[in-house]
């Protein structure tokens, strides 16, 4: 996406050799125009394969998940992150080892809100390690719901999440593939 990998090589910053900082579009401030496109973008990798739920985490995967789900005519639903509440039985949970925070998290799922009956399209804002991903493909599971594929804006091929979802059949479509940021330079594929 031109308009992305624009934005990625004039306003991203490369904090070391394993993160990118998109504060100023996507992680803090958010760019609009380029969030239609990117809604536009998923929606059209994943048309006609009969998603009836984008899913994301909050908070970041919000704006690019609200996106794809008004291009595609369906509900958003976002995985919260909250500390579990035992004996709860109306709630989905799962564990996730954050990338950026090297901290875990809980994330639940209401089941009121996923059930076998959906086909399930995930999006979020990048893919790393694939922590995330799993935890997220864990609750769709967890509900008995068809996973139809995953999109991310930005997926950081040499950490390997997208290698091994890949493997694994799933269908991943990211928007901007980032090679390295060995040296600070931000190389997109
Ligand atoms: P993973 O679980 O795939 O290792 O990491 C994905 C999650 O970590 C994303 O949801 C995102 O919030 C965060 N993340 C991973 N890498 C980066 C990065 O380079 N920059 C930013 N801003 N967030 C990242």
């Known amino acids: 996406m031109k308009l992305l990998e624009e934005k990625i090589l004039s306003e991203g910053k490369a904090l070391n050799k394993d993160i990118l900082k998109v504060d100023s579009f996507i992680n803090h401030q958010v760019d609009p ?18 998603i009836t739920k984008v899913v994301t985490i909050e908070s970041s995967g919000i704006a690019p998940a609200l996106m794809t789900a008004s ?45 076998e009956e959906d086909h399930v399209l995930i999006v979020d804002d990048f893919l790393a390690n694939g922590n995330a991903a799993n935890g997220i493909i864990d609750l769709i599971d967890q509900a008995g719901a068809q996973l139809v594929g995953m999109g991310f804006i930005i997926e ?12 694994r059949g799933i269908h991943v479509e990211s928007l901007a593939i980032i090679d390295s940021l060995d040296n600070c330079q931000i190389k997109i594929r």
Do not use: C, W
């Open 71 to 115: 291009a595609l005519g369906v509900p958003m639903v976002i995985l919260k992150k909250q500390p579990s509440q035992i004996l709860n039985d109306n709630l989905y949970q799962t564990v996730i080892t954050s990338f950026t925070k090297e901290t875990n998290y809980e994330l639940t799922l209401s089941k009121k809100y996923i059930s």
């Open 33 to 50: 125009v380029l969030m239609a496109q990117i809604g536009e973008a998923f929606a059209a990798h994943f048309k006609g394969r009969g």
């Open 156 to 167: 950081k091929a040499f950490q390997h999440g997208g290698e091994v979802l890949r493997e």
